[in-house]
């Protein structure tokens, strides 16, 4: 099974919402539908999509913040993992970013996830000296 990696189309759009929800990356405070269409009305962020025979198994959606890119829902069909396909995503993402001058990757992990904590630091991600905080506006 050879994983294709192309551009999102809003073709997409409904069976990329399901990967996210089948793997746990939804959360109710941020809706998908706005979040994708954030993404692919900027040309400072993508969404990259893996596609194996017509079926989309997996997606990371990568931007610049004009200092460095991020990565947000990385997301690889539970019943695909551990197929490299994972690793082959970020590389991508890595190179749109590169390609758009961007020196470094950053992202966040959600405290008590150590597999993908684990996934990250094999692909040369270390954690950074930093304090994230947020604030919510009404």
Same mark, same amino acid.
């Given at each position: 099974? /050879?994983?294709?990696?192309? *551009?999102?189309?809003?073709? !997409?759009?409904?069976?990329?919402?399901?990967?996210?929800?089948?793997? &746990?990356? /939804?959360?109710?405070?941020?809706?998908?539908?706005? *979040?994708?269409?954030?993404?692919?009305?900027?040309?400072?962020?993508?969404?990259?999509?893996?596609?194996?025979?017509?079926?989309?198994?997996?997606?990371?959606?990568?931007?610049?913040? &004009?200092?460095?890119?991020?990565?947000?829902?990385?997301?690889?069909?539970? *019943?695909?993992?551990?197929?490299?396909?994972?690793? !082959?995503?970020?590389?991508?993402?890595?190179?749109?970013? #590169?390609?758009?001058?961007?020196? #470094?990757?950053?992202?966040?992990?959600?405290?008590?996830?150590?597999?993908?904590?684990?996934?990250?630091?094999?692909? &040369?991600?270390?954690?950074?000296?930093? #304090?994230?905080? &947020? #604030?919510?506006?009404?």
């Amino acid at each position: 099974m /050879t994983l294709i990696i192309r *551009d999102f189309q809003d073709t !997409d759009r409904a069976d990329l919402i399901a990967l996210w929800e089948r793997c &746990g990356l /939804t959360r109710p405070w941020n809706d998908p539908d706005l *979040d994708i269409n954030q993404a692919i009305t900027t040309q400072s962020s993508t969404i990259l999509v893996g596609i194996v025979e017509s079926e989309l198994l997996a997606s990371v959606m990568a931007g610049s913040d &004009g200092h460095r890119g991020w990565v947000y829902y990385v997301a690889v069909d539970p *019943d695909h993992r551990r197929k490299n396909w994972g690793r !082959d995503l970020m590389r991508a993402a890595e190179q749109w970013l #590169k390609d758009r001058g961007c020196r #470094k990757m950053q992202l966040m992990i959600r405290d008590g996830n150590e597999e993908a904590d684990r996934f990250y630091q094999a692909l &040369g991600y270390e954690p950074q000296a930093v #304090k994230t905080v &947020g #604030k919510w506006f009404d």
